[in-house]
């Protein structure tokens, strides 16, 4: 069984996701942006390991706390080449919000659409969803039907796309052309606020969903 915990984390309260092979104690996490002894909590019960830290892109609220969730778990940072720009620029982003200086992460690796990576006996995949930032990717458990889409999908909304790097029209692209099609009952584990469906997205959603052409 994969494993699936978070907690919501820091002035945004952006939610920082693990995902654990129950069977093998190997995880990843995604997006550890802040409280990271809280973001390690998540690790118990089981005593999982984290193999890896997943960002789904480079904004603050979901990559402040990286540098320091690796130096503790030992685990390489990876993330989109196109959001190193935005990553490389956290203490400009922490400066924009009157916060104190943020070190950027090392990054091991960049990732690519269609990578694959195991997680104890579970396989993930990611997916290039460019429009929130450049190098947007989402996180696709296909097995347990279940993506985890950092900013670019919410219940009831979309990633805003005024910020610098944003793209509407590829947001857009993103969630029809890469999102909907992974089928409507993959739970959609999301940046900020509540879980939902990619069926619920695709029928409801008012920026993206049908009901825009009801």
Do not use: K, Y
């Not at 979309?158 to 993103?174: E, F, M």
Request: with cysteine; hydrophobic share 40%.
């Amino acid at each position: 069984m994969l494993v699936v915990r978070h907690v919501a984390v820091g002035p945004f309260q952006m939610n920082a996701w693990l995902a654990g092979c129950d069977r093998t104690g190997e995880a990843v996490l995604i997006d550890p942006g802040d409280e990271i002894s809280r973001v390690l909590g998540l690790l118990e019960p089981g005593g999982f390991q984290v193999g890896r830290i997943v960002l789904t892109h480079g904004h603050i609220d979901h990559a402040a706390g990286a540098a320091e969730a690796a130096r503790r778990t030992g685990a390489p940072v990876q993330i989109h080449e196109g959001d190193e720009p935005i990553l490389a620029r956290l203490s400009a982003q922490a400066a924009m919000f009157g916060f104190a200086p943020v070190e950027p992460p090392a990054i091991a690796r960049h990732h690519v659409h269609g990578e694959r990576f195991a997680v104890g006996e579970h396989e993930a995949t990611v997916l290039h969803v460019p429009g929130h930032t450049p190098g947007s990717c989402a996180i696709h458990f296909a097995a347990a039907r279940v993506v985890f889409v950092g900013d670019t999908l919410f219940a009831g909304s979309v990633g805003r796309t005024d910020l610098p790097g944003g793209d509407g029209a590829a947001l857009d692209r993103s969630i029809r052309q890469v999102l909907f099609p992974l089928g409507d009952d993959v739970r959609v584990l999301c940046g900020h606020g509540p879980p939902t469906t990619i069926g619920e997205e695709r029928r409801e959603n008012p920026f993206v969903g049908e009901r825009l052409r009801r």
